[in-house]
């Protein structure tokens, strides 16, 4: 779909730290697409408009187009800030807020996040994921895990979003694997039977986990490590220690992964292990769904 010329009857906009994505979309079915790596983190507030159009340009009539985005461009550091919304409550619906716009061919809606006071946590992008998911299982009522650089666990029911906690995950994997000195031992392979040998490793004994994370550096100096060993049992301790601190949102639970393929499988096969075999919701499917129904919302507003 991408980069075909089609004019848009609103456009939906995922907007995070790294990437900017949008979707062309006809009532709820996108009809083109198209991405850059300009994501809040390397744009000024005067430089969000040109990034915006620079991708949208071709599906813009000679009307005012409804653009809805969510995700950090509505950070402090982002386009204009959407203050959060604060949990319990549903994940969309909150105010949204509207930045100022030269071009007259778009009208631009940044949805809220989501926070919670105790223990301190925010999102931004997962609400509208979560919506999407809801919209698609509106009877779900347990654990949602969205996988990524900061993996959310999220407690729902009855249509709101109740708790969560936020982990690191995988932002330490991946400052470990590029920055530390294990970036010596890291190799483009990935053995599975490591990796879960770790998680139990990681889930049993986490405090163990700096002499651990050096260990495999030791182990590539004095032993001939087989290749993928070192990145995989790196992703165990790590996903390990994480299924160890969240147990009390996944035991006995209800649990649904929203997140990228890859990611989201070493997640299924982690709690497979602890006896939880998880739902699996496509998280661009759900992303739109839940920028659609915000849409749908503010186009019914008066």
Known sequence: ???QTTYA????VDWGTSNL???AMRGST????AGSGKGMGSLNPDQFEPALLDLIDPWLGTG???VIAC???GARQGWIEAPYAKVPCPPVGASSVKPEVKDPRIDVTILPGLSQTTPADVMRGEETQIAGFLGMTPEFDGILCLPGTHTKWVQVSAGEVVSFRTYMTGELFALISIQSVLRHSMDDAFDQDAFMAAVRDGMADPQALAGRFFALRAEGLVAET???MAR?????FLIGAELAAAKPYWLGQRVALLGAGKLSDLYAKALAAEGVLPEIADVTEATLAGLTAAYETLKDAP
């Open 226 to 228: 087989q290749p993928g």
């Open 71 to 73: 995700g950090m461009v």
């Open 30 to 33: 996108p009809v083109a697409d």
């Open 232 to 236: 995989a049992r790196l992703s165990g």
């Open 9 to 12: 009857d609103w456009i939906a």
């Open 21 to 23: 994505r949008a979707w």
């Open 1 to 3: 779909m991408s980069g």
């Open 64 to 66: 005012r187009t409804p």
